[in-house]
């Protein structure tokens, strides 16, 4: 059984900093492509950041330089830092393979808020 289970959201002021983490088990994690999805509040889901086994990254247009995924094989570990936040970065924050395995976690909510 697969299971992604995501921590670190929280509250936090625009312009503050929050790192999540996914903590992948019941697979071989190293051979897939991970990612980082999110849903705003009226919002579909959206495709955050990817990153490939060998550690090549990809970043929707709204985040680009602002937020950093990396991956740790070694601990089955996937990891999002956010910089520079913005209030319309509010959203539960999912991780997942960009196949989108029908094993979502509960996600982690990440607040920004004045």
């Known amino acids: 059984q697969v299971q992604l289970v995501e921590s670190g959201g929280g509250l936090v002021q625009p312009g503050g900093s929050l790192r999540l983490s996914c903590a992948v088990s019941g697979t071989i994690f190293s051979f897939y492509t991970m990612a980082w999805y999110r849903q705003a509040p009226g919002k579909q889901r959206e495709l955050v950041a990817s990153?490939?086994?060998?550690?090549?990254?990809n970043y929707a247009d709204s985040v680009k330089g602002r937020f950093t995924i990396s991956r740790d094989n070694a601990k089955n570990t996937v990891t999002l830092q956010m910089n520079s936040l913005k209030i319309e970065d509010t959203a539960v924050y999912y991780c997942?393979?960009?196949?989108?395995?029908?094993?979502w976690g509960q996600g982690t909510q990440v607040t920004v808020s004045s």
């Open positions: 990153i490939t086994a060998g550690g090549k990254t």
């Open positions: 997942n393979t960009l196949a989108e395995w029908d094993f």
